[in-house]
């Protein structure tokens, strides 16, 4: 088939009659229509007519020796002039292009949108992945998936009113019943995007930022009782004895991370990363400075790689390193730790160095339902440490040291309960208060 050719006012004549987008010149190219040169001065054309539909004011050669081109626009940010300039008239064009157009896709900005961008920044900037994968899991439920949420998503940002997120709030708060952490956490993303577009001068501000709402609304939150967030004197010394079993069994070293939890009140992640070297019989301290972290990984498809563990030299929130004071009794579940390993030709200075945190917690699982007691994570554990140096009378602020808290609220009110059943208080409160 032979390709007709044109003169240069038909070309004009159909490019201006036809729809003038990239793509079309693009197919007019590979058809031989018009050339690669030709293509870029109707794109020029068609950017320029863009440009004189909507700028009002002259654009104009300046007088110097550089002989530059100018014209003003009105800042969006602050209603003022403002100056363009450029070596050449096109440049001057194309900078005034870029300007209306950027307005445009403004107006057209959605959370949906620009979700995906955002994401990346979160990941990038943020300290470690795997907080920018849980605020991915809440985004996808909360508000892609949220019929409540459609109408806040698919608005453009620059539309959105303070009434409209407060009322989407509100919404949220009472259909999902939510504690006040709770919901923080799910608006957090809405307030963290509206900073980012307002860092990158896509918004004039985060009106986000200026709605409160009345701390009624939320789900309040009442102490756990002690039977459901430790374990008793009577069910640790059932639990430990089974532990030990278990262990010796199976020749499964990972069953012996519970009675050192125990044992050293740390976190499980600090437990797992725990080495031999870690310990001193000399001080009788153990020095925790790392943890097993999450490493999570998001890739170019905007999906996330499997979950991996690495120990890292970092405790939770950028807390400092510390020395925790130990007991004998630790020493000598090291020694049997060791003498484990060493039984099956293993010798390593990290002591579980095949275990996760899920690892950890199924098997304090499985002992809590083979003895009945109602099934308690590892954290538990640590939160019975601490409740029993306090209820045996040691000192508030050793006890804070001891766990790793910046602050000793944090100790006393979220960790501390009574190591005590309510029949043997109800006792010593007849012996107390008997006339």
């Known amino acids: 088939m032979t390709v007709p050719t044109l003169n240069d006012q038909e070309k004009v004549t159909f490019f201006f009659t036809t729809d003038p987008s990239e793509e079309t010149l693009s197919s007019l190219v590979s058809c031989g229509i018009i050339d690669a040169n030709e293509y870029h001065r109707y794109i020029t054309m068609a950017k320029k007519d863009k440009v004189k539909q909507v700028h009002s004011h002259a654009i104009t050669q300046g007088k110097g020796k550089d002989r530059r081109w100018f014209t003003n626009v009105r800042d969006p940010k602050t209603g003022k002039r403002k100056r363009v300039a450029g070596n050449t008239e096109e440049e001057v064009y194309q900078k005034l292009y870029e300007f209306y157009c950027t307005k445009e896709k403004e107006k057209k900005l959605t959370l949906e949108k620009i979700y995906p961008e955002w994401l990346r920044y979160r990941v990038a900037t943020v300290g470690k992945a795997n907080t920018a994968h849980r605020q991915d899991t809440d985004f996808h439920r909360f508000y892609l998936k949220e ?61 986000s930022r200026d709605i409160h709402l009345d701390r009624t ?13 430790i374990f008793y004197p009577d069910e640790i010394e059932e639990l430990m004895t089974l532990c030990y079993r278990k262990a010796k069994e199976t020749e499964d070293e990972n069953y012996l991370a519970i009675p050192l939890i125990r044992y050293l009140g740390i976190r499980i992640g600090e437990c797992l990363a725990l080495s031999f070297s870690d310990f001193d019989s000399k001080t009788h301290k153990v020095h925790i400075h790392q943890s097993l972290c999450v490493h999570d990984e998001l890739l170019p498809d905007g999906t996330w790689a499997k ?91 050793f006890v804070r040291k001891q766990a790793g808290h910046r602050q000793l609220q944090t100790t ?18 007849n012996q107390v208060l008997a006339l």
Request: aromatic share 8%; net charge positive.
């Open 147 to 207: 019929p409540l949420s459609r109408h806040l998503v698919s608005t453009p940002v620059t539309e959105l009113t303070r009434a409209e997120i407060k009322q989407w709030e509100c919404e949220l708060i009472k259909k999902y019943d939510m504690t006040y952490k709770m919901a923080t956490n799910v608006f957090s993303i809405l307030r963290q995007m509206m900073d980012y577009l307002a860092d990158r001068d896509l918004i004039d501000r985060n009106i």
């Open 217 to 229: 609304i939320y789900r309040t939150v009442s102490k756990a009782p002690a039977e459901t967030q």
């Open 307 to 397: 979950r991996q563990f690495r120990v890292e030299d970092s405790l939770k929130q950028g807390a400092p390193p510390r020395d925790v004071l130990i007991t004998e009794q630790c020493f000598e579940l090291l020694k049997r730790i060791k003498a484990m390993l060493f039984k099956k030709g293993i010798i390593r200075d990290r002591i579980f160095e095949n275990a996760t945190e899920d690892t950890i917690q199924m098997k304090l699982y499985r002992l809590c339902d083979e003895l009945d007691l109602g099934r308690r994570s590892p954290h538990k554990l640590r939160k019975t440490y601490i409740s029993l140096l306090l209820n045996n009378g040691l000192d508030p602020d």
């Open 412 to 429: 006393l009110n979220n960790y501390t309960y009574s190591t005590t059943r309510d029949e043997v208080i109800v006792e010593k409160l």
